[in-house]
């Protein structure tokens, strides 16, 4: 993974704003969810929202799709998969461990 990507990421993920919508996002899988919704269930201003969510759609963590006239986002787990990657190849001195064997759980 590129170290550019991973600062970008690690730069969105660093404000409680953001990581509370990526983490709303995990949780909708695939699917993802409206911008109002997410608004209304953070309790977040569409202006702040949509600030945000450009950030963190910069940083390759969630993707914007068009359906109709709404804008659904959701979490890009191949990223997310890449970056707890990137950030646990070296532990435990290169032996395997648990923290490099990540759970297929959002496999398509």
Known sequence: MDS???VRALGALAHESRLAIFRLLVVAGPD???AGEIAQ???L???SLSFHLKDLS???LVTPRQDGRFIIYSANFDSM???IGFLTENCCAG???AASELPGCCEK
């Open 95 to 97: 032996a395997p461990c």
């Open 4 to 6: 550019n990507l991973v």
């Open 41 to 43: 269930q953070l309790g």
């Open 81 to 83: 998969t890449d970056l």
């Open 45 to 47: 201003s569409p202006s």
């Open 32 to 34: 993802g969810m409206a």
């Open 58 to 60: 910069h940083a390759e």
